[in-house]
Nanobody
């Protein structure tokens, strides 16, 4: 599976961004997926996850109530709507399967939130 993240950018605190993850291959729709992020000097962390059919979602406490994960299996695409962004949300955002990731990662998309 190849993963391509997009939609990042520079935004002021309180702003919004919508990230997209385009997946190739036939296994996207049968896998639970998640959005991960890695800030400079920190380990990669899972911030949001969604079941294969999209019926259930989970969020890290740090983003709960601000981020919304969704997916469109017909388009092999997953999304992350990020509202009320904070400077601490600054990171490179990646998508991948959960709990066991696919063998490779995409290039990620940089999100920078200025105060």
């Amino acid at each position: 599976v190849q993963l391509v993240e997009s939609g990042g950018g520079l935004v002021q605190a309180g702003g919004s961004l919508r990230l997209s993850c385009a997946a190739s291959g036939s296994t996207f729709s049968i896998n639970a997926m998640g959005w991960y992020r890695q800030a400079p000097g920190k380990q990669r962390e899972l911030v949001a996850a969604i079941t294969s059919g999209g019926g259930s979602t989970n969020y890290a406490d740090s983003v709960k109530g601000r981020f919304t994960i969704s997916r469109d299996n017909a388009k092999n695409t997953m999304y992350l709507q990020m509202n009320s962004l904070k400077p601490e949300d600054t990171a490179v955002y990646y998508c991948n399967a959960v709990p066991r990731v696919f063998g490779s990662w995409g290039q990620g998309t940089q999100v920078t939130v200025s105060s």
